[in-house]
T-cell receptor, first 111, second 113 residues
Framework: KQEVTQIPAALSVPEGENLVLNCSFT??????LQWFRQDPGKGLTSLLL?????REQTSGRLNASLDKSSGRSTLYIAASQPGDSATYLC??????????FGTGTRLLVSP | DADVTQTPRNRITKTGKRIMLECSQT?????MYWYRQDPGLGLRLIYY???????NKGEISDGYSVSRQAQAKFSLSLESAIPNQTALYFC????????????FGDGTRLSIL
């Protein structure tokens, strides 16, 4: 059974710092990996999707990497801003296009 | 995601009541999903559907049922609600291709007393 773990569970940084969020998964037989952002009282917003054949994806200040063999993905946020404060969720795409989610990293960026 | 609409946004009800959560989507995507989110447990898949009349159980389907009445609508029902079904419920959709992400609605916060 696929299990997804995110470390740390919470992170507090001052504005402007570069930071890395970690995601690990137990079964390397994945179709893709997706990073989401969740704001309080809102749904999930898709940030980046990495196919199993890819090593990384970039969107603006965000860069996600994937190492299937080691069962790891990282989300790099450059020059963090208070507006980046949210919970970040990692989800692994398995058979039949289902997602298995981690429990998230709650990020607080202070001005 | 504005393309996925969930109703109601909040619901408080009593144990034993029947409840239906509605989800509708624009753009005619085939794949639709229902998840629940609990503190410390992340999101878990309840049911999913690849087309009208196609229904598949997810990780935690016991106590729930779904109906895919049309391409755009996917409803989740709790036939006899119990307190441990108190959670945040999300509906999601995606297209057929593997490189397409899932897009989520804003969720329904359900409390069962």
């Amino acid at each position: 059974k696929q299990e997804v773990t995110q470390i740390p569970a919470a992170l507090s940084v001052p504005e402007g710092e570069n930071l890395v969020l970690n995601c690990s998964f137990t079964d390397s037989a994945i179709y893709n990996l997706q990073w989401f952002r969740q704001d309080p009282g809102k749904g999930l917003t898709s940030l980046l999707l990495i196919q199993s054949s890819q090593r990384e994806q970039t969107s603006g200040r965000l860069n996600a990497s994937l190492d299937k063999s080691s069962g790891r993905s990282t989300l790099y946020i450059a020059a963090s801003q208070p507006g980046d404060s949210a919970t970040y969720l990692c989800a692994v795409g398995t058979g039949f296009q289902k997602l298995v989610f981690g429990t998230g990293t709650r990020l607080l960026v202070s001005p | 995601d504005a393309d996925v609409t969930q109703t109601p946004r909040n619901r408080i009800t009593k144990t034993g009541k029947r409840i239906m959560l509605e989800c509708s989507q624009t753009k005619g995507h085939d794949r639709m999903y229902w998840y629940r989110q609990d503190p410390g447990l992340g999101l878990r898949l309840i049911y999913y559907s690849f087309d009208v009349k196609d229904i598949n159980k997810g990780e935690i389907s016991d106590g729930y049922s779904v109906s895919r009445q049309a391409q755009a609508k996917f409803s989740l029902s709790l036939e006899s609600a119990i307190p441990n079904q108190t959670a945040l419920y999300f509906c999601a959709k995606r297209g057929q291709l593997e490189n397409q992400p899932q897009h989520f609605g804003d969720g329904t916060r359900l409390s069962i007393l």
